[in-house]
């Protein structure tokens, strides 16, 4: 067993306004922010890391890769905040990155040097070392940005970082930068969802407790209303103290501009294996599927051997025999709907009939769902035991002149302008209102928010 390097770890906030230059007397309204911030940077200076890892949301994002800075290192200033003067700079622990970038190749995680846009420092990294530089400089940095990947891949990101400490014995702080949600107040920037506040109360509440298994509970639709920028990082961060029993303190709380800004810090406290909160999820989630399994009826089924069959053998599977006489003598549109983890994996269907039955159906749009949707890479074997399936059967479209007309749990809605025809289904988890619903459905279209567009409503039935 290795010795423990990583040293103690700091969820922190990033705006701007509190470094003094840029707030010019704004930030006394965040003095609690700013106090608390100072304490995290006076308990960094006592553990001495020689390495900080730097997880921020406004380094470069891709949907499928982790970008990790290459180079020596890098610098950045406040002047996009009209403090041009404070400048930051930092060295790269190029031996971390390179044996980083090796795990994380070795595990299949998406991680790597390529893919930099802007050497600059971003101010998700350069607020918290402004305060971090005030008590300790003696450090080199990396700089690691977020993904649009599972919550899973980014605990396992985690893991990564750990491994990479203690192969190099290096003595690691972890800083995981976020802010909570920007959706607090109607009068602020982004505006108000009620998903904003209590987003924040329960983040605070998981990330004060340390109970990291909750961060991959999270339901992406509600991550998103809430307008949350931070979940990843402290999802990686928790990755990184995998099987490490924590010493959990809240420092601060504040949100007065209509975003949430909260600080908690971890000190270590030795190996804990039951902190091993990826494994106990998956489990969780394997067992949940195992018992949608035993549930499904022959649609899902259906969909779900033909799905199987094709990603191991790249074949077709044929009709099989002893199929209800309603799914092999119908006809009707079908979509197929493929989900890992609470997130979409694929979703293809027909709006109408264009085979001779349900059956047929669902067998082509559950392969086009695995494979071919293009939203997504295909769906490989490892994941076939991690997938809930659904299968909607449509019926007949019917023209409306209103959006009035319309009932966002019952109507699914087709928008059409021109040639360009967008679709999108009836009671889908985050989509709560008509307004939302035709959005999605025109953007899928191609078809502009404002462009008039020719409105049709259905009703399906959903099989689980």
């Not at 308990?43 to 020689?50: C, D, H, T």
């Not at 959005?439 to 899928?444: E, L």
Request: charge should be negative.
């Amino acid at each position: 067993m290795h010795e423990q390097m990583i040293l103690g770890a700091f969820m922190v906030p990033h705006p701007p306004l509190i470094v003094p230059e840029v707030g010019r007397g704004q930030e006394k309204k965040i003095q609690n922010t700013i106090d608390a911030y100072h304490e995290a940077g006076r308990r960094i200076g006592s553990l001495k890391p020689e390495t900080i890892v730097l997880l921020s949301p406004h380094q470069v994002m891709y949907a499928d890769y982790f970008h990790i800075s290459p180079g020596q290192g890098a610098g950045g200033d406040f002047s996009q905040f009209g403090a041009g003067q404070v400048k930051i700079e930092a060295s790269y622990d190029t031996d971390f990155v390179e044996n980083l970038c090796k795990l994380a190749e070795a595990g299949e995680i998406p991680a790597g040097t390529a893919g930099e846009r802007g050497r600059r420092l971003d101010h998700g990294t350069m607020v918290p070392l402004y305060f971090v530089n005030q008590y300790w400089k003696e450090y080199q940095l990396v700089r690691i940005g977020l993904s649009g990947l599972s919550l899973t891949t980014h605990y396992a990101l985690g893991q990564r970082i750990q491994e990479t400490a203690e192969a190099l014995e290096r003595k690691v702080v972890l800083i995981a930068s976020g802010d909570l949600s920007h959706r607090l107040k109607a009068d602020g920037s982004y505006g108000y969802q009620k998903e904003g506040p209590e987003y924040d109360s329960r983040i605070m509440q998981v990330m004060g407790s340390g109970n990291f298994g909750e961060l991959l509970e999270f339901p992406e639709e509600f991550c998103e209303k809430a307008g949350e920028c931070g979940h990843r990082s402290f999802t990686i961060m928790a990755g990184a103290l995998d099987r490490t029993g924590v010493g959990a303190q809240r420092l601060s709380y504040e949100g007065p501009f209509g975003v949430g800004y909260g600080i908690c810090t971890y000190t270590v406290q030795g190996r804990d294996l039951k902190r091993n909160f990826k494994e106990q999820y998956e489990d969780k989630e394997r067992n949940k599927i195992l018992e949608q399994r035993e549930q499904e009826d022959a649609y899902v089924q259906l969909a779900r051997r033909t799905i199987e069959e094709y990603v191991r053998t790249g074949k077709k599977m044929k009709m099989p025999e002893g199929l209800p006489q309603e799914i092999r003598d119908r006809r009707a549109g079908v979509f197929v709907s493929v989900k890992k983890e609470g997130r979409l994996r694929g979703c293809i269907g027909t709006i109408q009939a264009v085979r001779s039955s349900i059956a047929e159906e669902i067998i082509e749009n559950a392969v086009s769902s695995a494979v071919h949707d293009p939203r997504f890479s295909p769906i490989g074997p490892e994941e076939l035991d991690k997938l809930s399936i659904s299968v909607d059967v449509l019926g007949d479209t019917e023209k409306i002149n209103s959006p009035d007309k319309l009932d966002v749990k019952r109507y699914g809605v087709v928008v059409t302008k021109g040639c360009k025809r967008g679709l999108l289904l009836p009671n889908l988890e985050g989509v709560d209102t008509v307004e939302e619903q035709i959005a999605i459905a025109k953007q899928k279209a191609g078809i502009g928010e404002y462009e008039e567009a020719g409105l049709e409503r259905f009703e399906v039935v959903r099989h689980y």
